[in-house]
Nanobody, 128 residues
């Protein structure tokens, strides 16, 4: 079974930066589209970013576009989320997710139901 483990969360001041990593087990990582989602207490889970298996196409929520960058290194079985210009409203538990579907249109990559594998989450706190 595929396991995803996030790391890199922590406390950062507003305007600061943080890089999250998601390490995947197994040899099938390079075949998965990957996504980042976040959930604040009492709030619904929301889409943050997604990347296709080759890394050639990326997608972002409007709220993070221009500030966050998703990338992947298939040789390292790792996906990253570089978060810049952080705002208090970015505070949440961040989850990485993998999709084993052969292909998903971008609309569905924005939906958590499209993903088969989820990490345990990493807490991001932004102070003002």
């Amino acid at each position: 079974q595929v396991k995803l483990v996030e790391s890199g969360g922590g406390l950062v001041q507003a305007g600061g930066s943080l890089r999250l990593s998601c390490a995947a087990s197994g040899r099938t990582f390079s075949t998965y589209a990957m996504g980042w989602f976040r959930q604040a207490p009492g709030k619904d889970r929301e889409f943050v970013a997604a990347i296709r298996r080759s890394g050639g196409s990326t997608y972002y929520a409007d709220s993070v576009k221009g500030r966050f960058t998703i990338s992947r290194d298939n040789a390292k079985n790792t996906v990253y989320l570089q978060m810049n210009s952080l705002k208090p409203e970015d505070a949440a538990v961040y989850y990485c997710a993998g999709s084993s579907r052969y292909y998903s249109i971008s609309y569905y990559l924005r939906r958590g139901s499209e993903y088969d594998y989820w990490g345990q989450g990493t807490q991001v706190t932004v102070s003002s």
